[in-house]
């Protein structure tokens, strides 16, 4: 028994020993930082992030943030990282997803605005945006634009804000005399629209680009194929414009949609009021601002003066009252291009009306067409009675029953030319029927407007006129 305690000691000092050599899993490099590099190296980069992050992470999609300052790189992350980082619902991520994959949605969160605009698919906040499958090829023009646009317009505005903490204004209270600390980047960020409002500008900008060159390819294709048909209506013709409605149909689909959502908010201005990041960003940080200020007077002598930290355009910063004016820059940004929007789909619109044009016309020669072959129809069936007239007469005199009309000397002459002057009276009618109804017409037209005096006129012309032809073809 003395040597149990011995043992015991040696086995756990043997499990301790083999818990010890274990070492921590490598930490992942960090995601590449991506400046102003072509398309091939973006790519490149991230294939060799998206290699690895598969192994860690199932369900990590590919993301590019941007910052303030126009720096890009590509990062890695899950559905519950982005949810956390950008304080949204997990069905916005849902609407980003590729059911959703051409809806348009401008959605305003908390703190982030989530924008589904066809191919691009991002959710930009106050200070970062993060734009999901960078490497699309329909997605690449908004990156590159993205990144110059940010680059040449923010420079002066993030010096500004660097020094946050630093470079004070100061805002004074008619009480005391007592001055408030107050970023002075405030005035800065009013200069320009904000940033979150310049990635919108850039996301529809090159939405629109990209639908008018659509609809500009669509005209091209639309009018050589249409003038053919008129011209020369086959299969073949028929085929491509049935194809080229296809297109239509949808690309009027796609325009009408993110025409729709652009109406949606200019016709709420609560909507366009959320869509301000920047503005509650600010708002925030001076909240915090004045709670760690430690001031001798109460809040409500300072409230009077709060609405002058920012411009016109924010409002109070204590009440969540917005005025219409807040919301101006935004709607003149969405109206701009609304109105783009809606000149391309008046360009679609005048499209599908040249086709219907097209249709009604090729419809109007299809009708002639089928009516040359219906009066064909009707003359060779008028012949045909007539023929049949004819034979059956024949078939009735030449039977072997006596008959007192036989003994009679040149009847036979006198009843077969009045049988053939009948049959050709009523082929000669019938045949002339829409001559007929045309006089008629023309005689309501040229005479005092009464129909039965025209009628008769119109009769009575067609049969002389039907009788003098008739003579001048025998003859």
Not at 89 to 100: N, S
Not at 208 to 228: G, H, M, Q
């Amino acid at each position: 028994m003395g040597k149990n305690p011995f043992s015991f000691r040696r086995t756990s000092a043997r499990r301790r020993i083999k818990k010890t050599p274990e070492t921590p899993p490598p930490t992942p490099p960090p995601p590449p930082t991506i400046g102003t590099n072509n398309n091939n190296s973006l790519i490149a980069a991230a294939a060799a992030a998206g290699g690895k992050g598969k192994k860690k992470t199932g369900g990590a999609r590919l993301w590019m943030r941007f910052d303030r300052s126009g720096q890009s790189e590509l990062v890695e992350c899950d559905k519950s990282t982005i949810i956390r980082r950008a304080s949204i619902p997990a069905r916005d991520l849902r609407i980003l997803g590729p059911v959703f994959s051409h809806s348009s949605n401008i959605l305003a969160r908390e703190k982030a605005m989530v924008v589904n605009l066809e191919f691009i698919k991002a959710i930009v906040m106050a200070e970062e945006v993060l734009l999901l499958d960078p490497l699309c090829q329909e997605v690449l023009p908004f990156v590159d634009q993205l990144r110059q646009q940010l680059l040449h317009k923010n420079p002066i505005q993030i010096a500004g804000a660097g020094h946050f903490d630093e470079q004070e204004n100061e805002m004074q209270d008619l009480t005391s005399r007592h001055w408030l600390p107050v970023p002075e980047a405030v005035e800065g960020l009013q200069c320009e629209l904000p940033f979150e409002f310049q990635v919108l500008e850039i996301a529809l900008e090159v939405v629109c680009t990209y639908l008018d060159s659509n609809v500009a390819d669509l005209e091209r294709e639309a009018y050589p194929v249409l003038d053919e048909l008129a011209r020369n209506v086959s299969t073949k013709n028929l085929e491509l414009v049935r194809s080229l409605k296809s297109n239509l149909t949808r690309l009027l689909a796609r325009v009408q949609k993110v025409r729709d959502e652009i109406e949606h908010l200019l016709d709420d201005n609560e909507d366009m009021a959320h869509l301000y990041l920047t503005r509650k960003w600010i708002q925030n940080q001076q909240s915090d601002a004045l709670l760690g200020t430690s001031v001798s007077n109460s809040i409500n002598t300072i409230t009077p003066h709060l609405p002058r930290i920012s411009s016109k355009r924010s409002g109070s910063l204590v009440s969540n009252h917005l005025d219409d004016n807040d919301v101006e820059d935004l709607e003149m940004l969405l109206e701009a291009y609304f109105m783009q929007l809606d000149g391309t789909r008046n360009k679609i619109l005048s499209v599908r009306e040249y086709i219907d044009d097209t249709e009604d016309y090729v419809n109007i020669q299809l009708d002639n067409q089928r009516n040359e072959l219906i009066q064909l129809q009707l003359t060779l069936t008028i012949a045909s009675f007539a023929i049949a007239v004819e034979t059956l007469m024949a078939g009735l005199f030449g039977m072997n029953i006596h008959c007192t009309l036989y003994d009679k000397e040149g009847i036979f002459e006198l009843f077969v030319g009045g049988l053939l002057s009948c049959e050709s009276i009523i082929f000669v009618l019938v045949n002339h029927m829409e001559f007929f109804i045309a006089l008629h017409f023309i005689a309501l037209k040229l005479g005092d407007g009464d129909s039965n005096s025209s009628l008769y006129g119109g009769v009575k012309y067609g049969i002389l006129l039907g009788y003098a032809y008739d003579l001048i073809a025998l003859i």
